[in-house]
């Protein structure tokens, strides 16, 4: 059967032509870049090429560029970084709708004695700036919010928002895992201190991220070893997974400067406003206005999200749900909860999200496929023939 | 992603009995949209008191839909008597097993049943006695008490997959912990039993340890047993499963019926077997 991938906020499939750039260094170029000869060595020059090309799409200087082994490892190294460097402050702000990377460490540092803020956000997902800066205070080492959410794709106005932190002498951090080759981005326009990406996100392979480090920021290495990423981060280097990803960010700024992603968000409008117009109560989660284009994130009223997508998956289509039922735990999704959506619809929610790759035939199918499996449940649910004749008086 | 068995995914992709019985003879609703799944189950009987048509609606993941058509089936042709010993493990069975984490949608099908069954019977809905120890989820120390035990379970993570409790806040967790101390150390919550018992409530209460107590564990070797009449303080049994066959059957009579029953009911009792 044909795969229909539309769960790309999950992971990406790896580009041809990052694969192909990083074939060479399994076989032929496999020495250390630490070498003093000119076999490893000359790796170096390499790695050193990607850190530029990575360099360029988020507006860095390269040696603001630290290859680590994903984002989770980013942002722990961020926060704790943050955190270190200033041992007096014991105050620490996020938001409430943060990836568990980040969301997960803060619950443990809270644990720790950390004093912790979670900023919430409204029902399309903004984040209430007002209670973000009415908590900063003196005492404050850091604060990490994500640039866009990955269930709903709503963008945070990070640009902004960094700067006014940043004026208050705090750490500003941000999680851009699901941002960075989506939208623009330039850190040098911004107040970032610390910013997190992640390789397999941009059609790179897993187990390589990248910490945006600017200049002059205080820092301590999570990763304590050799001089490698001039001692920010021990251990050889991943050296075909650096290679690769240098070139997936070479291939996703051409893509946002060429304008040719602008399909994406084409296509994704498409499959949102068809859906919307097929399928009854169906809610759109998220600030429709402030996304990434690529993102949506729909509420099936009287449904759940697993049996959405098992039947999907009958057809070859992934997606993502953040229903408790998929995620292994009996709570929707922290995200939909904070944003206040109902439990009716939280459960019901389904997430596409799309790539470069994605096709006009793969919406097509989903537009013919989805709207009959989402009757079907409603057939089947005790709550949908109740609603219906409430909704109808 | 769930590793289901080829017959769970078969109920969930075809589900069997579909819909709504408008003059059912019983009907058990549980769940909650809140809560993240929910089921409506409904009997008709034919006139020898056998379920005759069962159906469903449900609200849920593939394994609550599954567990839900799996149960349909499994009732029709039966005399409530007999569907009423469905635990929630035989509807996971059915189904050639469930992923642990999702074993709360076998128990969610058996309270319908015995819903639908005390519903039938004029009985007002099972009082849930007992006091709330999940918030989250409105699990009571009762409903927590019977699935440890009926299930053996072990961990407050078991407690949470079977019946959902301390899967939300996690804050009673610690009550969770006592109650599986409690039936790991032998103990029983205060025994609910009033200190004179009339007829009625003596056969009841003889029904119910039958049910909860002592078919579980006869269960374990494929045998079970079924009440065939109280007479005075005789109970009168009739051996099924592999204890018919078996030639110690009258030891576990004695030795393990007759004294929990006697534990759990009043100690005069005399358990007699009837072939």
Known sequence: ?393 | MWEYTDQVKDHFLNPRNVGVIEDADGVGEVGSIACGDALTFYFKLDESGKVKDAKFQTFGCASAIASSSALTEMVIGKTLDEAARITNDDIARYLGGLPKEKMHCSVMGREALEKAIACHRGQAAKIVEGEIVCECFGVTDREIERVVRENQLKTIEDVTDYIKAGGGCGKCHDGIQEIIDQVLGGKRLEPIKPKVLTNLQKIKLIEDSIEREINPTLKKDAGHLELVDVDGNRVIVRMKGTCATCARSHITLKHYVESKLRELVTPDLVVEEVQ
């Open chain 1, 1 to 393: 059967m044909n795969v229909t991938y539309l769960d790309n906020n999950a992971t990406t499939r790896v580009d041809p032509q990052v694969l192909e750039a990083m074939l060479p260094y399994f076989s032929e170029y496999y020495g250390n870049p630490s070498s003093m000869h000119a076999f490893g060595g000359g790796v170096a020059a390499n790695i050193q090429t990607a850190r530029e090309q990575v360099a360029r799409l988020i507006g860095a200087l390269p040696e603001e560029i630290i290859f680590t082994s994903c984002g989770t490892e980013s942002d722990g190294t961020a926060i704790r970084a943050a955190i270190e460097s200033y041992p007096n402050k014991r105050h620490i702000v996020t938001s409430r709708v943060e990836h568990p990377a980040v969301k997960n460490l803060f619950e443990t540092l809270s644990k720790k004695g950390y004093r912790t803020t979670f900023v919430p956000v409204d029902r399309e997902g903004r984040l209430d700036l007002d209670f973000l800066y009415d908590h900063l205070t003196d005492d404050t080492a850091v604060v990490s919010l994500m640039w866009a959410n990955n269930e709903t794709g709503v963008i945070f106005s990070v640009e902004e928002l960094s700067r006014r932190v940043k004026e208050r002498g705090i750490v500003f951090h941000t999680d851009a895992v699901q941002t960075a080759g989506k939208i623009p981005i330039d850190v040098s326009r911004t107040g970032v201190d610390m910013l997190s990406l992640s390789g397999h996100k941009i059609h790179a392979p897993k187990g390589i991220g990248v910490l945006y480090l600017r200049k002059g920021t205080r820092f301590s290495p999570f990763m304590i070893g050799g001089h490698q990423e001039r001692g920010r981060r021990g251990g050889t280097e991943n050296t075909a997974a650096i290679i690769g990803l240098g070139k997936a960010a070479e291939l996703a700024k051409q893509h946002l400067d060429s304008g040719s992603y602008r399909c994406v968000d084409e296509l994704r409008d498409q499959l949102e406003c068809e859906i919307l117009k097929r399928v009854p109560s169906t809610l759109v989660n998220g600030d429709r206005a402030n996304r990434l284009p690529n993102t949506t994130s729909l509420a099936f009223e009287y449904v759940e999200g697993e049996s959405i997508l098992l039947m999907l998956n009958e057809y070859g289509i992934c997606a993502s749900s953040g229903s408790a039922c998929t995620s292994g735990s009996l709570e929707p999704s922290h995200v939909l909860r904070a944003m206040g959506v109902p439990f009716t619809a939280a459960h019901g929610s389904i997430r596409f999200s799309l790539s470069r790759y994605t096709t006009k035939s793969d919406i097509d199918l989903v537009l013919e496929k989805l709207p009959p499996i989402i009757a079907r449940l409603r057939e089947m649910s005790p709550f949908w023939k109740g609603a219906k004749l409430e909704a109808h008086g």
